[in-house]
C-alpha cells in the first residue's frame, strides 16, 4: 500500500513539474507573487480537470486523482497563508507614524 502511493507520488511529479517558484534575482517582488498565483491556479485548474475526467469515467486511477487534489488544496493553503502574512505586513507599515 504504501509502495504504491509512493509509485503514484512519483508518477504525479514526474507527470507535472513544478516551475521554481523563486524568481531571478532581477525580478521585482510584484513578479514572484505573479508567478506564485499563476502556479496554484495551474494545479487548481489540472486538478479540475482531473475530477472531470474521473466524473466521466476516463480516468480509472482514484489515487491520482486524491493526490493532485490534495497538492492544489496545500499550495492554494500555503499561498493564502502569504497573502494574509503580507497584508498584516502592509496593514502594519500603514498604522506606522511618521
Not at 7 to 34: C, E, K, N, T, Y
Not at 47 to 72: K, S, Y
Request: no cysteine; charged share 20%.
Amino acid at each position: 500500500m504504501i509502495a504504491q502511493a509512493a509509485q503514484a507520488l512519483q508518477a504525479a511529479a514526474a507527470q507535472a513539474p513544478v516551475a521554481p517558484a523563486i524568481a531571478p534575482r532581477d525580478a521585482s517582488f510584484d513578479a514572484m507573487v505573479g508567478a506564485g498565483l499563476r502556479n496554484v491556479n495551474r494545479a487548481l485548474l489540472r486538478t479540475e480537470e482531473d475530477a472531470q475526467r474521473l466524473a466521466v469515467g476516463e480516468v480509472q486511477d482514484l489515487h491520482h486523482v486524491m493526490i493532485r487534489l490534495e497538492e492544489a488544496k496545500a499550495s492554494f493553503q500555503l499561498f493564502l497563508q502569504v497573502r494574509n502574512r503580507l497584508l498584516d505586513a502592509y496593514q502594519e507599515v500603514m498604522r506606522m507614524q511618521i
